[in-house]
């Protein structure tokens, strides 16, 4: 069962342009949903995590926006620069009496050219 | 510094032997957790451990077995391997329980079977 549904599987975009990758989740418990950067060859490391009773969080240039009514949530980054180009996953996490989880989406492959 | 470290980076093997890969966490954090992310890049938790004690087994065949000496060490051990575990495994730990704390993970440890 994927819990968390994640689109586009790549994007490509313009260097400057706005990266949108979209999440839908369909359990209600998860206290939070992160974002996680993963470069080729390396671990995923956090970028930005939102609460469920959050509508958006902003850090630099990257945004989550998060419709609780929706079940979905989307990563922004703007002016995006080819040092972006990496792989991201999104994720839900639950905390359960110290039961902690994540739950990741399928990954976005994103591409930034000049 | 770093902060998760595994040993091997790369490990080839041939199906039906056993092999271990170990992890180690130098940032003094309660949780350590084994994730597989297949060749479509899915990441998925395997085991969680807190304070030495398993709280996560995620319907992993009883071939893999996670072992805790301390709080600073989770490795993974795997019996009769077969194609199906050729993936990339990845250690992380987090701060604590009960709440959401920031994931960090290691650089993952690339498991060819042939």
């Known amino acids: 069962q994927q819990q968390v549904k994640q689109s586009p599987q790549s994007l490509i975009v313009q260097k400057g342009g706005i990266s949108i990758i979209n999440c839908a989740y369909e359990?209600?418990?998860?206290?939070?949903f992160p974002w996680y950067q993963q470069f080729p060859g390396k671990g995923p490391a956090l970028l930005i995590a939102?609460?469920?009773?959050?509508s958006e969080k902003k850090e630099g240039r990257f945004t989550i926006s998060f419709n609780k009514s929706a079940k979905q949530f989307s990563l922004h980054i703007m002016d995006s620069q080819p040092g972006d180009s990496a792989t991201y996953f999104c994720?839900?996490?639950?905390?359960?009496?110290?039961?902690?989880?994540?739950?990741f989406g399928t990954g976005t492959r994103l591409t930034i050219i000049p | 510094d770093t902060a998760v470290s595994q040993t091997p980076k790369y490990l080839v093997t041939q199906m039906g032997n056993d092999k271990s890969i170990k992890c180690e966490q130098n940032?003094?954090?309660?949780?350590m957790y084994w994730y597989k992310q297949d060749s479509k890049k899915f990441l998925k938790i395997m085991f969680s451990?807190?304070?030495?004690?398993?709280?996560i087994n995620e319907t992993v065949p009883n071939r893999f077995s996670p072992k805790s000496p301390d709080k600073a060490h989770l490795n993974l051990h795997i019996n009769s391997l077969e194609l199906g575990d050729s993936a990339v495994y990845f250690c992380?730990?987090?701060?604590?329980?009960?709440?959401?704390?920031?994931?960090?993970f290691g650089p993952g440890t690339r498991l060819t079977v042939t």
């Open positions: 359990n209600t418990a998860f206290d939070y």
């Open positions: 994720a839900g996490h639950i905390s359960n009496f110290g039961n902690e989880k994540l739950t």
């Open positions: 992380a730990s987090s701060q604590g329980a009960g709440g959401f704390y920031e994931q960090y």
């Open positions: 451990y807190n304070n030495k004690e398993l709280i």
């Open positions: 940032l003094g954090h309660d949780t």
């Open positions: 939102i609460r469920p009773d959050v």
